[in-house]
């Protein structure tokens, strides 16, 4: 089963930035449309950022013009910048397919946890 280990986040000031790492367990990784997810405590889970197989992105209008999603098919690697963050950015970090239409796969990784404060 594919495997999906995020990295990257941290605590954080308002406006600073971070940059997320997801790195998935397979070499068809270039032909899925993946996207990155976030879930605050009590809340559910909603898709952030999406980057289709030939390098479309789409993003929740709450980080539109903040967030830059990107991959790297040579490594297996999703990418999430997040520039400007607000303390309403606070979550945990997943990434999955996703986007247009893509089904998530059922495992997921162990996220990793963003926190934006002063």
């Avoid at 000031?13 to 996207?35: E, K, Y």
């Avoid at 990784?109 to 926190?115: E, I």
Wanted: charged share 15%; with cysteine; net charge positive.
């Amino acid at each position: 089963q594919v495997q999906l280990v995020e990295s990257g986040g941290n605590l954080v000031q308002p406006g600073g930035s971070l940059r997320l790492s997801c790195v998935v367990s397979s070499a068809i990784f270039r032909s899925w449309n993946m996207a990155w997810y976030r879930q605050a405590p009590g809340e559910q889970r909603e898709l952030v950022a999406a980057i289709s197989r030939r390098g479309t992105t789409n993003y929740t209008d709450s980080v539109k013009g903040r967030f830059t999603i990107s991959r790297d098919n040579a490594k297996n690697t999703l990418y999430l910048q997040m520039n400007s963050l607000k303390p309403r950015d606070a979550a945990v970090y997943y990434c999955n397919r996703g986007g247009w239409g893509a089904s998530e796969f059922p495992n997921w990784g162990q996220g990793t946890q963003v926190t934006v404060s002063s």
